[in-house]
């Protein structure tokens, strides 16, 4: 079991707050504004969501910081090109997926601006809010030239159905706020300035809850998730890096 005070600077790119009630907000960050993902936070991620998946006294909103939730990714820190590289992500991108799941309290997604990349972590929220500038869309994995495996082909498919996700996936298709609301993916649509009150609101009346039956009903609405992710997150991952490793073949010969 973790406390509170043992992890809420632990992290470079999460601000961590919570309230008397045990809510937690986990704002993502880059330096105080918009989060640029990359292999450092892949790996940081892993270990904030074990810290928070093992305090008991937690309740979880998670939210972005400046104008997008997760737009932008930096191959700094990655390594997709050798197999200890890619092993590395392969094992990061199993653990972090089933950290979320284990949280095993109500987790509230406050998307605050466009997520293109990682919305595999919005999806396994109980609940998402978003405001009027979201979209969704899987921008980097065919910029990059790899298999989109890392739980958005697991996730986006058993959301919005499996035609929708895997059109999705392959076009790179932009979603609106309102098409992802109507489609499944999302709860509300709250203005900007409304969007963590209205989303602290729920995740105050969720902490009134006894707390056993906020944990065991968190529990109890994610098994098919954790199934899924458990059955197929690695093998994604597996395809994946196989096409990493093209990529960096074909690379090496033009070079």
């Known amino acids: 079991m973790s406390s509170f005070a043992s992890y809420q600077n632990a992290f470079l790119n999460a601000r961590l707050t919570r309230s008397a009630s045990g809510v937690l907000e ?3 960050h880059t330096d105080g504004g918009t989060l640029v993902f990359n292999g450092h936070t892949h790996e940081q991620f892993v ?30 820190g990655f390594d997709f090109f050798s197999p200890r590289g890619y092993d590395k992500i392969y094992r990061e991108g199993k653990k972090v997926l089933m950290n979320i799941l284990d949280i095993e309290v109500p987790l509230i997604a ?26 969704f869309q899987d921008k980097p994995h065919f910029d990059f030239g790899i298999v989109p495996g890392d739980g958005v082909n697991l996730l986006w498919p058993e959301v919005i159905g499996s035609i929708r996700g ?3 996936l392959l076009t790179r298709q932009e979603l609106d706020v309102e098409t992802a609301k109507n489609w ?9 300035d409304k969007l963590l009150v209205r989303a602290r609101e729920i995740a105050e009346q969720l902490a009134a809850l006894p707390p056993l039956t906020s944990r065991y009903t968190r529990i109890a ?15 994604g ?5 196989i096409s990493a490793a093209d990529v960096a073949r074909s690379t090496a010969a033009k070079g």
Request: glycine share 8%.
């Open 26 to 28: 986990v704002a993502l």
């Open 47 to 76: 270990d904030l969501f074990h810290a928070i998946g093992s305090d008991p006294e937690t309740r979880v909103v998670l939210t972005g910081s400046g104008n997008a939730f997760m737009e932008t990714i930096s191959p700094d």
């Open 110 to 135: 406050a998307v605050n601006g466009p997520v293109r990349l990682h919305s595999e972590y919005i999806l396994l929220a109980d609940i998402v809010l978003a405001t009027p500038s979201t979209v």
């Open 166 to 168: 895997r059109y999705f």
């Open 184 to 192: 499944g993916a999302v709860n509300e649509i709250v203005a900007s």
């Open 221 to 235: 609405l994610t098994q098919k998730l954790r199934r899924i992710v458990d059955d197929s997150a690695g093998y």
């Open 237 to 241: 991952l597996a395809l994946e890096g």
